[in-house]
């Protein structure tokens, strides 16, 4: 059976667990995070989106909001529900099945980057309808226009202007509240970052 974009990237979370959770766990969110919660209300429901070690449902979690975490790697997932005390939810983001009207927000931190763009529109329409009228969503991408697999993982890239042609594609009433591009908070990863806000 012929491997898809999809179990090439997970193939890579397995074999290189360690190695991501030690890149990423203790890298530093606390501004996005901080201005994400800012637009909640007070023990709001989110929906963390590709968790990953579990870094951020951790924040999440200790500052008193309900999280319910999901994550594609059985191995990132089994590691981050040890971090958080709780379970995290494995499956991808097409077979993903959760009530809808749910929550609150919506936490995509670079994940929704490994999805294919003929794809990524019908995700997102999915995925939002998980989230209640006024939900807010984060999601980030890394900037520019290519897309393909990069070092093991599959990658699709977004500008303004790739972001914005999704979007529209995907049918979804998104509000964009901001928008913009910053370094990666890792100091010796070179990308950058497209960051969106956005209300549902």
């Not at 980030?140 to 914005?164: I, M, P, Q, T, V």
């Not at 049918?171 to 591009?181: D, K, M, N």
Request: hydrophobic share 40%; net charge negative.
């Amino acid at each position: 059976m012929e491997l898809t974009d999809l179990d090439n990237t997970l193939n890579y979370y397995a074999k290189n667990t360690e190695e991501f959770i030690a890149s990423t766990l203790k890298a530093d969110m606390s501004a996005t995070q901080e201005k994400f919660l800012a637009l909640l209300p007070k023990g709001a429901h989110i929906l963390d989106l590709g968790c990953g070690s579990g870094r951020d449902s951790l924040c999440f979690l200790q500052q008193g909001f309900r999280v319910t975490a999901v994550d594609g790697s059985e191995e990132l997932a089994k590691f981050a529900s040890e971090l958080i005390g709780q379970e995290v939810v494995v499956a991808d983001f097409k077979d993903l099945v959760l009530p809808k009207i749910s929550f609150d927000a919506i936490w995509a931190s670079a994940s929704l980057l490994h999805v294919h763009s003929e794809k990524l529109p019908g995700i997102l329409a999915k995925v939002i309808d998980f989230a209640k009228p006024g939900a807010i969503f984060y999601m980030s991408f890394k900037y520019g226009d290519y897309e393909g697999e990069r070092g093991g993982r599959y990658y699709n890239d977004l500008n303004e202007a790739r972001f914005a042609d999704f979007l529209q594609k995907s049918g979804c009433s998104l509000e964009i509240i901001e928008q913009w591009v910053a370094k990666d908070v890792r100091p010796d990863k070179p990308e950058l970052w497209l960051n969106t806000f956005a209300r549902k």
